[in-house]
């Protein structure tokens, strides 16, 4: 005589149980590997390398405090000294506009620091209208081209190491000269570090589908 198999309620529960569990670390893993990949590409290009003998140097702003430039711009600007040091006769462009939260332009800022630390004044170009990292390229391009430079050697751009991938991801977009060089200031703040390690892999998916 064949034996009617009796079902549980709690087998159907745990199985359902199971199912959100598998489609929740499906998704989580998904989502591991959607940072990763950017995550990737932002520590590979964190570093220095510097192409040829560039001439012109551009620096990226970053964020104006009452007293002077925030901690990551205040490293951008040191790593620039130094090699301004070996390189006095480049040109610079500093770029960055005026935030809601700044008394002054980034531009107008980093000017002041660097003229403070002996640089020329006259070899700085200021680009003080932009407001993100598109438009410091876009901006700073138009500065060179208006200035009539000489960018055949290349262009050393400078920023903290995350910061990057970024930047020459959109120079190469909008048609900027090449060879391109790279400068990566350290990150000394380690929140800031911290956070924008974890926030420049979102910022450089963005900017690969609408910048």
């Known amino acids: 005589m064949n034996e009617r198999m009796s079902y549980h309620p709690y087998q159907g529960s745990r199985r359902k149980r199971f199912n959100w569990l598998a489609l929740l ?22 570093h220095t390398d510097i192409q040829g003998d560039p001439q012109v140097m551009v620096i990226f702003g970053c964020q104006v405090k009452p007293w002077g430039p925030s901690i990551l711009l205040q490293d951008r600007l040191d790593t620039s000294l130094d090699y301004l040091e070996d390189h006095p006769d480049m040109t610079v462009v500093v770029s960055g506009g005026k935030g809601d939260d700044e008394h002054i332009s980034e531009a107008q800022c980093m000017y002041d620091y660097l003229t403070e630390h002996g640089v020329d004044g006259e070899r700085i170009l200021m680009e ?20 009539g430079l ?23 977009r909008a048609g900027g000269p090449g060879p391109v060089s790279a400068l990566a200031a350290p990150s000394s703040h380690l929140p800031s570090r911290l956070w924008m390690y974890a926030r420049e892999p979102l910022a450089l998916v963005k900017s690969f589908f609408f910048d």
Do not use: E, Y
């Open 150 to 172: 000489d960018t055949s050697q290349g262009v050393a751009l400078v920023s903290n190491g995350f910061h990057l991938t970024r930047i020459r991801m959109l120079w190469d």
């Open 25 to 46: 670390l499906a998704v989580a893993l998904l989502g591991i590997v959607c940072f990763a990949v950017p995550f990737g590409a932002v520590m590979a290009g964190a």
């Open 128 to 147: 003080d209208r932009s407001v993100n990292t598109r438009q410091n390229i876009d901006c700073s391009l138009a500065v060179l081209s208006d200035a």
